[in-house]
């Protein structure tokens, strides 16, 4: 079981760039997020995805697209980049929806992103 | 005003020592709480849930106050490896349904 895997692991854009984060998992879970985490910050959710085909806003959706073509996958798009967006990028995954009981999340290793 | 605060530290300790920290929450309707361990440069996992009343794991004791809107971690005989950052989150309603709120993280060190 590799569990949550993330591609690729280092990346550096120049603005107006576009790019293409992929995750992957292997346990079967329904639920995938993206996050991203800042210094100083705690992780802020992007958005995230209940299930095959399907995709909502997180908190800081802005700039971004996913894609949920398939279950073990769940692929992050930046379409213009910009130096804001400049993080670390992590995405998860989980059996049951947030807030349902002791619902763990699993991450992946993260990609860190710089926009130039 | 953050949603859920935290001491960013770091804490700087021996080994063997007891060390506590506190996260501070806003929202009264907050459901559920976690401390979640971050390793630097690493990707955070799941330490341990928070319940009303209280749980140990091991050398862990997390406690929930929630009149007064916090959750506490304490960590008895530290080691090495308990070096990192802790991060506190609780469940909040948005608008689009109940997602994890993350703190920014305590930061530990623990020194030989």
């Known amino acids: 079981n590799a569990g949550v895997t993330q591609t690729p692991k280092f990346r550096v854009l120049k603005t107006g760039q576009s790019m293409t984060l992929l995750c992957a998992q292997d346990?079967?879970?329904?639920?995938m997020y993206w996050y991203r985490q800042d210094p100083g910050m705690g992780l802020r959710l992007i958005h995230y995805?209940?299930?095959?085909?399907?995709?909502a806003k997180g908190e800081v959706p802005d700039g971004y697209n996913v894609s949920r073509l398939k279950k073990q996958n769940f692929l992050l798009g930046l379409e213009s980049a910009a130096p804001s967006q400049t993080s670390v990028y992590f995405c998860?995954?989980?059996?049951?929806?947030?807030?349902?009981?002791?619902?763990?999340?699993?991450f992946g290793p993260g990609t860190r992103l710089t926009v130039l | 005003r953050k949603e859920v605060e935290q001491d960013p530290g770091p804490f700087n300790v021996p080994e063997g020592a007891t060390v506590a920290f506190n996260c501070t929450y806003s929202n009264s309707a907050s459901q559920s709480f976690f401390w979640y361990r971050q390793d630097c440069r690493k990707e955070p996992k799941l330490l341990m849930s928070?319940?009303?009343s209280g749980n140990e794991d091991g050398r862990f004791t997390a406690q929930l106050n929630r009149a007064s809107q916090y959750i506490s971690l304490l960590i008895r005989d530290s080691k090495l490896s308990d070096s990192a950052t802790y991060l506190c989150v609780v469940t909040t309603l948005r608008e689009y349904g109940n997602k994890l709120v993350f703190g920014a993280g305590t930061i530990l060190r623990v020194k030989s």
């Open positions: 928070v319940y009303s």
């Open positions: 998860a995954s989980s059996k049951r929806g947030q807030g349902v009981g002791d619902n763990e999340q699993f």
């Open positions: 346990m079967n879970h329904e639920y």
């Open positions: 995805s209940v299930g095959e085909g399907t995709t």
